[in-house]
């Protein structure tokens, strides 16, 4: 029977991939267009550091969730490159020392 069939089909971990490298993408521009506008505009320091806390949280956020799944699921995507078993799960510790390290440096920017 059709009807008993998902319409989407399975969920493909590569689908959820893109997610995580859209959120990056999107993080770096947003991150250039802030420092141009700190340099060419009269942005004050205080209010670029308030916005800057924001974009470290949603790469440090996007960081803890990559790093969490490959944990998990011991499958690593990071620069085009597919790790699996142990060198997946060393690249996801990595990366959620970084997701640790970025989200103090938001709690340091949040007591500004």
């Known amino acids: 029977m059709v009807l008993l069939r998902p319409p989407a089909g399975r969920l493909d971990p590569g689908r959820v991939r893109g997610l995580f490298d859209l959120a990056g993408a999107v993080t770096g521009i947003l991150m250039m267009v802030l420092i141009s506008a700190f ?6 320091p205080l209010r670029f550091s308030k916005w800057l806390t924001l974009l470290i949280f ?3 956020s996007v960081l803890a969730v990559d790093g969490i799944l490959s944990l998990r699921t011991g499958i690593d995507r990071t620069w085009h490159r597919r ?14 020392a970084g997701a640790v390290y970025a989200l103090l440096m938001v709690v340091i920017g949040v007591t500004l």
Do not use: P, Q
């Open 58 to 60: 949603a790469m440090g």
């Open 39 to 44: 340099v060419l505009t009269s942005m004050s």
């Open 83 to 96: 790790r699996d078993g142990r060198s997946a799960r060393l690249m996801g510790g990595a990366k959620i």
